[in-house]
């Protein structure tokens, strides 16, 4: 499978932005598609964001659209999650996952690729 580690999480304000990286290798990545997820303390793990193989299809949760923006370099080999006027209700462990099919997908169980995870922590 891909190996997917995330990077970018931290402490932020609210109002402020954060940039998520997730690095993948493996062979497949060009034909894989990615998606975020994250998970609050108490919460069933949640649909963020998911991109397409080719970067031209993206698909974002009401919670989010507007705020955050998906996008990947497959030449690089990397997943980016913008974040952007970030709020309380954003804190959470995220993770970024890999679904070794070409159109990604909402649902956490179709992605067989999971990273460890990377923490963000908005104050108000």
């Known amino acids: 499978q891909v190996q997917l580690v995330e990077s970018g999480g931290g402490l932020v304000q609210a109002g402020g932005s954060l940039r998520l990286s997730c690095a993948a290798s493996?062979?497949?990545?060009?034909?894989?598609?990615m998606g975020w997820f994250r998970q609050a303390p108490g919460k069933e793990r949640e649909f963020i964001a998911a991109?397409?193989?080719?970067?031209?299809?993206?698909y974002y949760a009401d919670s989010v659209r507007g705020r955050f923006t998906i996008s990947r370099d497959n030449a690089k080999n990397t997943v980016v999650l913008q974040m952007n006027s970030l709020n309380s209700e954003d804190t959470a462990l995220y993770y970024c996952?890999?679904?070794?099919?070409?159109?990604?997908?909402?649902?956490?169980?179709?992605?067989?690729?999971w990273g460890q995870g990377t923490q963000v922590t908005v104050s108000s």
């Open positions: 493996g062979r497949t990545f060009s034909s894989t598609a």
């Open positions: 996952a890999a679904r070794e099919v070409t159109w990604p997908s909402r649902v956490s169980s179709d992605y067989g690729s």
């Open positions: 991109i397409s193989w080719s970067g031209k299809s993206t």
